[in-house]
Every structure is written in structure tokens, then in C-alpha cells.
């Protein structure tokens, strides 16, 4: 954690520290944020500290209430069921319609990588992650599909972090999915990335 931040946009490095603490569950749903305590942990004054849990609000990971203060956004069951849908429906359609047009290559060099690991970190497992769903999203060359996935991206990630205690378990879903991928097995890969994204829903839920 920086305890001294420097310009860039203090705001800016504020933000980005707060959302990848939410995004980790590092900070639970439901928490507190005292913008006080993380001024002074930052050795900054408050008013950056609350621009960025405004901008987090508008994002739709933070909650300001009114007279009580800042709190990680809560997902009811619902919700958690409905981005899990949306999940869905992104990345199997983009993996069934854009199959060919995957970039095999990253794919290869992002396999290697998931089988040189002996000891899976948890920042590591989340970069290899985060880069095999993005690639599948990106592989539709489609700027609309694309963002409004985005605009839903954070709470998807949130929810595949609620699985974290299966972290090993992914990481071998994730291997099985790319080599079907590579193999040129569609079917394969369609199946295998629907029963991972459906042992996630039923393992968080």
C-alpha cells in the first residue's frame, strides 16, 4: 500500500487503490469506509479520499448514505444471480459466434503461463484471470458488445472473487478451457466455460 502518494492525479491513485481493494474483496461487501482514516493513511487531506469514493459511487461499488458515511456496495441474491446471467450471455455468445477469430497466440502464451505455475499467487491467478475472459470478450471486434460488457465488468469480477476459496479449481478449469480452445474443439471449450461459469454462480450463491 502507498503510504506517500505523488502527483498523477492523487485522486486519480486514490481511486484506483480503493477499487482494486473492493474488486480483491479485500474491502467485504457491506464494509465501512472511513475517508478520515484513509487520509491519513495516505498522508493526504480528505477531499481526494472522498472524490474518489464519489467517483466509486457513481461506478456503482460504493454507497454513500446519507448522515452515516461511505460502504462497499451489497449484492442481494438477486443481483448476484441477474450479473451472472448477464456473464453468461456475454461470454459464451462471444465464444460460440467468435471462435475463430480468438488470438491464438496470447491464448498459447497465457497457457504457458498458467502451467509454469507451480505456486498460484493470487494476483497471478487474477492477471490470467482476468486476461482469458477479456480475450474472449474482445475476439467480437464489436466496440457496443464490448463496452457495455465493460460497464458490467466490476461487479463480474467482484462475483468471481466471492469464489476465491476455489481458486485452484478454476485455475484448472481455466487450463482445460484454453487447450480446447487451442485444439479447435468449439463445442469443448462452449461446455467447459458453461460449467465454470455455473460452478461460480452455484458456489457464491
Not at 140 to 152: A, C, P, Q, R, T
Given at each position: ?70 460502504f462497499v456496495r451489497s449484492f442481494t441474491r438477486r443481483e448476484i444471480q441477474d450479473i451472472m446471467e448477464v456473464r453468461r450471455l456475454y461470454e459464451l455468445y462471444c465464444l460460440d459466434q467468435y471462435f475463430h477469430e480468438l488470438d491464438r497466440e496470447k491464448l498459447r502464451e497465457i497457457l504457458n503461463a498458467c ?91
Open positions: 500500500m502507498l503510504m506517500h502518494l505523488v502527483t498523477d492525479s492523487i485522486t486519480e491513485q486514490i481511486y484506483r487503490i480503493i477499487k482494486e481493494k473492493i474488486l480483491l474483496t479485500d474491502l467485504k461487501m457491506g464494509e465501512q469506509i472511513n475517508p478520515r482514516e484513509l487520509a491519513s493513511e495516505f498522508n493526504v487531506s480528505v477531499m481526494p479520499v472522498r472524490d474518489a469514493l464519489r467517483r466509486l459511487v457513481n461506478e456503482g461499488l460504493v454507497v454513500n448514505k446519507a448522515r452515516v458515511g461511505f502451467r509454469e505455475t507451480e505456486t498460484l499467487s493470487r494476483r497471478h491467478f487474477d492477471e490470467l484471470d482476468e486476461a482469458i475472459h477479456e480475450l474472449i470478450i474482445t475476439a467480437s471486434h464489436n466496440d457496443y458488445l464490448i463496452e457495455s460488457y465493460h460497464n458490467v465488468k466490476n461487479q463480474i469480477i467482484i462475483c468471481r472473487h466471492l469464489d476465491r476459496d476455489r481458486m485452484e479449481v478454476a485455475h484448472g478449469e481455466h487450463i482445460r478451457l484454453l487447450e480446447a480452445i487451442l485444439e479447435g474443439k468449439k463445442e469443448k471449450a462452449v461446455d467447459i466455460l458453461r460449467s465454470h461459469i455455473n460452478r461460480v454462480a452455484e458456489a457464491i450463491l
